[in-house]
């Protein structure tokens, strides 16, 4: 396995990285967007790299999860040794949305499960990755984001919705643009921001 | 070597005595009767055996808890003592079992293996032991300490007349007789300067060889023992034992079983390869790693078995 192919797959890493982490006696709760959420919520059924953490979770709130814990780290990497992984399958290399909140209501929505005592993970919702999908597909150009914003298969109203949020983290004028024709793709062409 | 016991075997390899007891007071632990004659047979040769070099080789723990419990034991039992001393054992120190299937309950224990969280009937040595026949090839590591006294001296030329590896750096002699690099490079110095080592610069490191054909004569020899990297292999052995017998193994999903066997084999590799023993495996990934493992576990018994 050099990449997480399907849900089954996506499962099978996650209660394993619980399973080590039960043996190391940590416990923390994921928050996570992109690819790997897709997979698990049934979104989409293309093959992803890495399970991006956005947040963890504990009792005080959301925590910047850049850089993870040791724990975590060793975990990760020995679940990486064992499906032949690259290293990275899990970072925090979204870490960075948190600095400009995430979509209102986010915790709310999010779809929660459990991998055994020690591990909780928090994908992103639909709605919540249709933010984040059409801020990437904005900022990176056509691609897998784009791919996976039509496999979501947004409506105009939370493409909007989404389209108001990506211009809090890039209130830019060239982001607008391709916002707007990005938008336009989908048949919102009377975008008010 | 002495052990109280019948064999008709005759091994072409020189053994290491204190990696080899490290081994056989670990195995020994399923094996009581052999445990008991190994400790008799340490008490009945102890003049042939380096105590420095078993707390040199003992790896982790419960190599510690076995050596110092042997080495306590042998205390008690020396007939030089007039008085025996008797070790101290910690109140708080939770004591196990030394012997893993024996069901009975240790009713006198021994304060040795007490003080070293270990319970063991108390018992009172034969002293039937026999001493090792020099002759052999097996014991030529007590040949040499014979001819050289035990220390760091006869280790190495042991390991310079037995390996085939030319030219070893002082940290292989060092890794391969079980003294540290200082001892190691004065006795490699003592012998050089008697001028029955010679020396030369690889780089800035030096290598040592020894002239073969003078030993050999010296010693009646038509060809030196043949080496194994003792240390290592039974230093992996000793963790791969306990690993097997660790009754958490059992209880692990088929998943973690899996990586805590692939966490063993990074720890014992380094060790398995330097005595040539493969533990690559090449392109087993995911449900087939299991039995892999347990095919290479087999694999290894036997190969040992066999190279008797």
Do not use: C
Request: glycine share 6%.
């Amino acid at each position: 396995m050099n990449n997480i192919a399907n849900r089954e797959a996506a499962e099978e890493v996650l209660t394993a990285l619980g399973e080590q982490l039960a043996t190391l006696r940590e416990s923390y709760e994921l928050v996570v967007v992109g690819g790997s959420g897709l997979l698990v919520l049934g979104a989409i059924e293309r093959a992803t790299r890495d399970v991006d953490v956005v947040a963890l979770r504990s009792d005080a709130g959301l925590e910047n999860p850049d850089p993870l814990p040791k724990p975590l780290r060793q975990a990760r990497d020995r679940v990486a040794r064992d499906f032949s992984l690259p290293q990275t399958w899990l970072n925090a290399g979204p870490a960075s949305l948190l600095d400009f909140q995430l979509p209102t209501g986010f915790l709310d929505r999010v779809e929660s499960h459990s991998y055994g005592e020690h591990l909780t993970v928090h994908f992103a919702s639909r709605l919540d990755q249709i933010h984040f999908k059409l801020y990437a597909a904005v900022d990176a150009g056509p691609g897998k984001h784009s791919q996976d914003l039509e496999a979501l298969t947004p409506t105009a109203e939370e493409l909007l919705q989404a389209a108001q949020w990506t211009r809090t983290h890039d209130p830019s004028p060239g982001f607008e643009e391709v916002l707007r024709r990005v938008l336009a793709h989908y048949g919102v062409d009377d975008a008010d921001f | 070597m002495g052990v109280l016991a019948s064999s008709s075997h005759r091994d072409e390899w020189a053994a290491d005595p204190e990696a080899l007891l490290l081994l056989t007071l670990e195995v020994g632990r399923e094996e009581p009767r052999l445990f008991d004659e190994v400790l008799d047979w340490l008490l009945v040769n102890e003049r042939l055996v380096s105590l420095q070099r078993l707390r040199n080789l003992a790896a982790d723990e419960s190599d510690r808890a076995l050596m110092n419990s042997a080495t306590e034991w042998l205390a008690q039992w020396r007939r030089k003592s007039s008085t025996r001393p008797s070790p101290k054992t910690d109140p708080d120190l939770e004591a196990a079992p030394l012997f893993l299937n024996e069901g009975l309950p240790v009713q006198r224990p021994d304060p040795a293996f007490l003080a070293n969280g270990l319970l063991k009937s108390w018992m009172e040595p034969t002293r039937r032991s026999g001493h090792p026949d020099l002759a052999q090839p097996v014991n030529f590591a007590f040949r040499m300490r014979s001819l050289l006294g035990v220390g760091a001296r006869a280790e190495v030329v042991r390991v310079l007349l037995t390996s085939d590896e030319p030219g070893m750096s002082l940290q292989a002699i060092a890794a391969a007789s079980g003294f540290a690099k200082r001892n190691v490079q004065e006795a490699a110095a003592s012998l050089r300067a008697a001028g029955t080592v010679t020396s030369w610069n690889l780089g800035n490191e030096q290598r040592f060889d020894l002239p073969r054909e003078p030993w050999l004569h010296l010693l009646s020899l038509e060809q030196p023992p043949t080496y194994k990297s003792w240390p290592q292999l039974f230093r992996g052995l000793r963790v791969l034992l306990r690993w097997l017998r660790d009754p958490e193994i059992e209880t692990l999903s088929e998943y973690m079983g899996a990586s805590r066997s692939r966490t063993l084999l990074e720890q014992i590799s380094e060790d398995f390869l330097a005595a040539g023993v493969s533990v690559e495996p090449l392109g087993v990934t995911g449900e087939l790693y299991p039995l892999w493992f347990e095919t290479w576990v087999r694999g290894l018994g036997e190969s040992l078995a066999a190279s008797r």
